[in-house]
């Protein structure tokens, strides 16, 4: 796909991972809407994006909600035109055992909130976010691109029950959305970050950050501006289809 005029949405974008891949595909020249759950944060991002402010729209959207995900996309419609691109980067952490225990008896376990809060947003916030996108670019009858961000954990991570399986899950849709909509000219892929350094990582303690280094076999972590290319990358290469693209610097081999 030419990026070029083609309108996007991206979600989880205020910061981070999100704000880089939407910096990305504005320097192609897209018009691109802007998505977060914290509209604050919204517009401090859209003021670090410089002379293409004038091609980004922002609307706040909590994507576990049906309701707010429909009208994200009448917005984008409203503000861009037609949708062409769809990144599903909006995501939440609340790590826990399943289950702790001093050796005999157990002292702690995931709570249901904790585990129902990230299937909302990582899974359900995917499924709602692609299936309107779905909708919209058959209706607009011009073919599209839907990238999900999945993870390194969705092969499984000690400490994240819910979000390891939010994230198996969004590869499951990814490769079965790949099937359903090739006849509308519509790709879906997805991309399994590892640890990329953002504001969240450099946070950590010196010896965590340097334990998640030495799991990597290029020596260092990966950055957002390398992961929001490697999304510019599935987006603009039109026979990559159904695909999981791993971006984990040789983590897990």
């Known amino acids: 796909m030419d990026i070029t005029d083609r309108g996007f ?5 205020a910061r981070g991972l999100g704000l880089a891949i939407a910096r990305t595909l504005l320097e192609r020249g897209a ?9 604050d944060a919204l517009v401090a991002a859209r003021e670090t994006l410089g002379h293409a402010a004038d091609r980004v729209a922002t609307a706040p959207c909590n994507v576990a909600d049906e ?25 939440i952490l609340r790590d826990a055992l399943l289950v702790k225990s001093d050796g005999k008896h157990v002292t702690q376990r995931m709570s249901l909130q904790a585990w129902q809060s990230v299937i909302d947003v990582n899974l359900t916030g ?6 309107e996108a779905a909708t919209r670019m058959i209706e607009h009858g011009e073919g599209g691109v839907i990238i999900n ?39 879906c892929n997805a991309i399994a970050p590892g640890v990329i350094d953002t504001d969240m990582v450099a946070s950590m ?41 791993e971006f984990d610097g040789g983590m897990r081999i």
């Open 9 to 13: 949405v991206v979600t989880g974008a």
């Open 31 to 39: 018009r691109v809407m802007l998505s977060d759950v914290d509209g």
């Open 67 to 91: 309701d707010q995900v429909a009208a994200l996309f009448d917005a984008a419609e409203s503000e861009m035109g037609a949708v062409h691109g769809v990144v599903a980067n909006a995501g």
């Open 126 to 131: 995917v499924f709602l976010t692609g299936r």
């Open 149 to 187: 961000v999945s993870s390194i954990s969705r092969a499984g991570n000690m400490g994240q029950s819910n979000y390891a399986a939010a994230k198996a899950g969004v590869v499951a849709l990814t490769t079965t959305w790949a099937g359903e909509l090739a006849r509308h000219g519509i790709r």
């Open 205 to 245: 303690k010196p010896e965590a950050r340097e334990r998640m280094i030495s799991a990597t076999r290029v020596g260092r972590l990966g950055t957002p501006d390398e992961l929001a290319d490697a999304v510019r990358f599935l987006i603009e290469n039109g026979f990559n289809n159904g695909r999981v693209l």
